[in-house]
């Protein structure tokens, strides 16, 4: 199993204690906590162990301090704390090594979740409708929770589970008949603007949504003219779908549907019958189970026999089960949707599928304030063109004032606007509402992908001065504060993503990477008051290629982090 530097100083931290205190490691080491910067970097507390010594604290401490023993950490007490200080060697060249050995991979760890699989339902946008906001976040918290997985080695089968049946068609479709051009029957603009016009009507005229759900039941009961129709709407919208997600360089392992499981519905209804049962409510179907007060029933089948997002849903989960065995199996999802999930996974657990607890709704909040300039429905392309043309002025601007280098501003433009949009979403815990401000999230100041665009691009910048990253150096000159802090921000990459892979939570590494950052900073601008502290320093080649060597350590962890948030690397800007 491989091992991150810090889990390796934490786990001889604890066998140390726990050999002194005569109990196993295992009871030790979850109860060693980061420590006070001041105090040294790991931390024991005596207190649990006090009534049983029948000593005080700070007793039990120093006794400890005295007889542990670790090497690589100097271990002394401070008051009723054991702390352990790493030791500048041979910390400082693990650090770094561990880095710049692993490369892009570094955060990952292939052996954490060998032979296991998890599915991951993102992005999933309804076809011929409007993409929403919550499309957006689900686009780049799935692509990036995929991507953690990957780096720690499960078997990752994402899937873009369309919103490809339902009534809505039959909206496109009457609505097609009344306003469409069929000329522009491929066009995703066209189609959406159909659906808007049609979903208005119905609202206003009872007979025109009767109209679209007696198509939806023509499309249900198999009928060629109605899937033909129908078939032309999903080609087209997916072809729209497939130039973004190029553009996002997001590649699903399936791109299917709710439409998989047409003609599925029946057999998992008569499943569902055995157990936990169905029954009649207001003539539709729907599963028989003790509801809450005021909670609506989970339905199965309306009054008019067509079936709804939940019998979709239930026949996917199996569906997916039979295919992948997964362990784990995540719906990236909007907050709104809970209760759906709620009641689909009760049902899954009482129909008795021993799986049922392995499924997990990977809710998020909403984002207020992203239109565009181009109106208040929001589709994911406005979105990274309005990004990229905000990128471009300010690329124009830098280049002109001598701050920015670039051979090809369009595609630096493009690479920055991509790259802030989606730090701009992700750098929120998923679960909060936030509001989306496009002077904050398109800047090359404050906390903004494009910050950690250019604090990248400069450790690729330093290096290339300093005549490229060295192949050996000597750890033991990186004496500076600075640097023994910035080693320790590279440490924690590793630990950062398992733990954001625990949480499903993105923004553990994006705030990991403005940390990267701002340590990154304070070493580099050490050398504009004091010339023996630039990276480059001059008449001093060792002390150069160690400082090289940890500029490639950043660069490796801005970039590996960076990569998996989904956002590129320029590295020239
Ligand atoms: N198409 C749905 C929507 O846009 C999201 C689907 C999420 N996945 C699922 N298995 N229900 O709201």
Known sequence: MSSSVYSRYRAAFAQGLATALGVPASDIEAQIKPAEPAHGDLSFATFPLAKAQKKAPPAIAAGLAQSVSVPGLEIKAVGPYVNARFAPLPFTAEVIDAARAAGLSYGGDPEAGRGKTVTIDYSSPNI?????????????????????????????????????????????????????????????????????????????????????????????????????MWSQFRETSIKGFRKIYERMGIEFEHIEGESRYQGKMDAVIEQIAKKPGVKESEGALVVDLPYADNEPPILLKKKDGSTLYATRDLAAAQDRYERFHFDKSLYVVAQDQALHFRQVFRTLKEMGHPWADRVVHVAFG???????????????????????????????????????????????????????????DLKHNRASDYTFNWDEVVSLDGHTGAYLQYAHARTVNVLRKGGGAPASYDASLLTLPEEQALLREIMRLPEVVRNAAEDYEPSLIARLLLDVAAVFSRFYTLGNQDREKRIIVEDNDALRAARLALTDATRVTLAAGLTLLGIPTPDNM
Not at 131 to 156: D, Q
Not at 371 to 389: C, P
């Open 366 to 424: 909403r984002i207020g304030g992203m239109s565009t300039r181009l109106g208040r429905l929001v589709h994911l392309t406005d979105v990274l063109d309005e990004a990229k043309e905000r990128a471009s002025a300010i690329v124009k601007k830098n280049i002109e004032e001598g701050r920015l280098h670039t051979d090809d501003p369009d595609k630096l433009s493009e690479q920055i606007g991509l790259g802030s949009v989606v730090f701009g």
């Open 128 to 228: 011929a409708k409007p993409i929403g906001f919550h499309h957006i976040r689900t686009t780049f918290l799935g692509h990036c929770i995929a991507n953690i997985y990957r780096a720690l080695g499960w078997k990752v089968e994402g899937i873009n589970y369309l919103g490809d049946w339902g009534k809505q068609f039959g909206l496109v479709a009457v609505g097609f008949q009344e306003y469409g051009d069929p000329a522009r029957i491929d066009d995703m603009g066209h189609l959406v603007e159909v659906y808007v016009k049609a979903n208005k009507r119905a609202e206003a005229e009872p007979e025109f949504d009767e109209k679209a759900r007696e198509f939806f039941r023509r499309m249900e009961a198999g009928d060629a003219e109605a899937l033909k």
